[in-house]
C-alpha cells in the first residue's frame, strides 16, 4: 500500500513539473518568435533543470508542439464553439476573438512553418479545422449551393476570415477592433449573397 502511496505521489509530482514546464513555455513563446526562446529560458521559468525540461519533451520543437496541441487549440476549439451557426455577427465575434487573443502567435508559427518541417503538420491541421469550422458555422448559407459553387464559397469564406486578413487589417493596416469587425461582416455578407 505504501508503495502504491508513493508512486502516485511521484507521478503527480511529474505532472506537476510538466505542466509547470508548459506553462512557462507559453509564457515565453507567446510573444516571441520560436528561435529567441530557449530550453534554458523555458527551465529558468519552470524552476527545473535543462535536463527535466528534455526529459519531460525531448526537445525545443516537441514541446512547442505540446504546447500547441494541449493548450493552444483546446482554447481555440471551445471558443470558436461559441459561435452561432448561420450568424455573421457570431461568427465575426468569435474569429475576432480568437485573433486577438492567438492571432500574432499564430502569424509567428506560420513564419516558423516555413523553415521547421515539424510544424507542417500543424498548419495543416489548423487549415483543415478552420475550413471544418466555417463549413459548420455558415451550413446554414452554404447548404443552398451546390457542387463546385459549395466549394467556392467555402474557400472565399475560409480566406476572408483567414488569421492573414485579420493580421492584414489589424497589424498592417493599424484598423481598430470594431471598424475590423465591420470590414470583416462587409466583407463575409458580400460572400454570402452571391
Do not use: C
Not at 525540461?53 to 483546446?74: C, M, Q, T, W
Not at 487573443?101 to 498548419?123: F, K, N, S
Not at 480566406?159 to 487589417?169: F, I, S, T
Amino acid at each position: 500500500m505504501v508503495r502504491r502511496y508513493e508512486m502516485t505521489g511521484r507521478a503527480a509530482a511529474m505532472q506537476r513539473t510538466r505542466e509547470a514546464i508548459l506553462d512557462a513555455a507559453i509564457e515565453l513563446f507567446t510573444p516571441a518568435w520560436f528561435d529567441e526562446v530557449t530550453v534554458a529560458d523555458i527551465a529558468r521559468r519552470a524552476g527545473v533543470s535543462q535536463q527535466t525540461v528534455v526529459n519531460h519533451f525531448g526537445s525545443k520543437i516537441d514541446l512547442y508542439l505540446a504546447g500547441l496541441n494541449e493548450r493552444y487549440v483546446p482554447q481555440v476549439v471551445a471558443l470558436r464553439g461559441s459561435a452561432v451557426p448561420g450568424d455573421v455577427g457570431s461568427v465575426v465575434d468569435v474569429v475576432l476573438e480568437d485573433y486577438e487573443q492567438t492571432g500574432d502567435a499564430t502569424i509567428r508559427t506560420l513564419a516558423t512553418a516555413a523553415r521547421t518541417a515539424e510544424l507542417a503538420p500543424v498548419v495543416e491541421g489548423g487549415r483543415a479545422s478552420h475550413e471544418a469550422f466555417v463549413r459548420r458555422v455558415f451550413a446554414p448559407q452554404i447548404g443552398k449551393r451546390r457542387g463546385r459553387n459549395r466549394d467556392r464559397l467555402v474557400r472565399l469564406l475560409a480566406a476572408a476570415l483567414d488569421v492573414r486578413m485579420w493580421h492584414q487589417l489589424r497589424r498592417e493596416q493599424g484598423l481598430g477592433r470594431e471598424e475590423t469587425r465591420s470590414h470583416l461582416v462587409t466583407l463575409v455578407e458580400a460572400l454570402l449573397v452571391r
